[in-house]
């Protein structure tokens, strides 16, 4: 905590000024400081190695402060706080909001700030964001950036806690906006694309906290996937069908049994079509070649020859059940990959929502030829 009350009900900002460590001692020696959202005693830690700071005292607990704060966390919240006075923006430091019991890091104008450095459930931040929004106010949240999972450059491992952080931008599309303060920067996560239900691919950039500005903060520099993007999700395609998996999940068996049972294949030889990064791939909360590979084995099955979308999504929410929290963006999605198979030559458009299969999807193919379908695919795609 940076902000506290001392015995005349004044407030001291230990960020705001650059306090010498002869006004620390004398500031503790002379006066006492309360919490101002619980009005209970806090302490001022001044030491050698940690940043100024006010803290409850040990066998007293605050109703506001949910979690401890860590150096990461202050540090980040001081170089927040500087970095917004810097831009000449008023901004006011842990602003207290007593009606919802809430305290933010960082206050501007009507955009309350919180910079979250640990891990929490994901209800209290849905329930932090509602008690916001009834004060009319918009809240930003970033992520710290060591609670992010990367595994390789572009491919992070990404739960619903982070979900809680992601904004869209202008297209309708997931941004993840995070803060080291370690590295004072800034770190973007854009075009965000599942393979699987937690492995995600991402453009990243690193942006030194001079380098941004509060409006690009509520709206990202406008970004189109690069080629290294899909170099990497063509990576990971060959190394899913070179190494097959040890677990598999609930669905991945009931897809395995169904295209062996039907076509004699394993999952490592599904066709290069079930592995395309969709644009609002993201909506569908499901591996991408389980879900693509679902909708291939229904139009191949179809008697007709000629398809409406609404069977493909009838047949598939059969198969799986509900794989999209609104209806409506399994109609998106699904319409933008059959666009994408009509690209390539597997179905003909014969209406806005109708098509009409073309040749065979499942085939006997050797790994070789089906590495090579994959760069083809997917530098079509791109």
């Not at 101002?36 to 006010?54: D, M, Q, Y």
């Not at 941004?175 to 995600?200: D, E, G, R, V």
């Not at 569908?284 to 693509?292: C, G, H, L, R, T």
Request: proline content about 6%.
């Amino acid at each position: 905590m940076l902000v506290a009350q001392n015995s005349k009900n004044e407030y001291i900002h230990l960020a705001s000024q650059n306090w010498t460590k002869d006004q620390l001692q004398n500031l503790k020696k002379e006066d006492s400081f309360q919490c101002p959202a619980c009005k209970s005693p806090v302490k001022l830690k001044a030491g050698k190695v940690r940043i100024p700071h006010f803290a409850h005292i040990s066998n007293q607990k605050c109703l506001v402060d949910s979690e401890p704060e860590s150096m990461y966390h202050l540090k980040g919240k001081v170089q927040l706080f500087h970095w917004l006075k810097k831009q000449e923006i008023p901004c006011e430091l842990e602003k207290y909001f007593p009606s919802i019991k809430q305290r933010a890091d960082l206050f501007v104008d009507k955009y309350p700030i919180e910079y979250q450095c640990s891990q929490i459930p994901v209800e209290q931040i849905q329930a932090r964001t509602r008690g916001y929004q009834n004060e009319n106010n918009i809240p930003i949240w970033i992520l710290g950036s060591k609670l992010l999972s990367r595994n390789k450059s572009m491919e992070y491992r990404l739960t619903p806690f982070h979900w809680q952080f992601t904004r869209l931008d202008k297209e309708g599309q997931p941004f993840l906006l995070t803060y080291c303060s370690s590295l004072q920067s800034f770190i973007l996560l854009q075009k965000i694309i599942p393979f699987t239900k937690q492995i995600f691919f991402a453009e990243t950039t690193l942006f030194p906290l001079n380098q941004l500005t509060i409006s690009q903060i509520l709206i990202p520099p406008k970004l189109c996937p690069s080629a290294a993007f899909y170099q990497m999700w063509l990576k990971k395609v060959h190394l899913f069908r070179q190494t097959p998996k040890s677990f598999r999940s609930k669905r991945e068996k009931m897809l395995q049994s169904l295209i062996y049972e039907s076509y004699g294949i394993p999952l490592t030889l599904l066709p290069s079509e079930a592995f395309i990064p969709l644009k609002e791939g993201w909506k569908i909360e499901e591996a991408v070649y389980v879900w693509q590979s679902l909708v291939l084995v229904t139009i191949e099955k179809l008697q007709d020859k000629v398809f409406h979308l609404r069977k493909i999504k009838w047949y598939l929410n059969r198969y799986v059940g509900t794989l999209v929290t609104r209806q409506e963006d399994m109609v998106r999605v699904l319409k933008q990959y059959l666009d994408f198979l009509v690209k390539v030559k597997l179905l003909d458009s014969i209406g806005p929502f109708s098509y009409r299969k073309k040749m065979p999807i499942f085939r006997q193919q050797h790994i070789e030829q089906l590495m090579k379908n994959d760069i083809r695919l997917i530098e079509m795609y791109s």
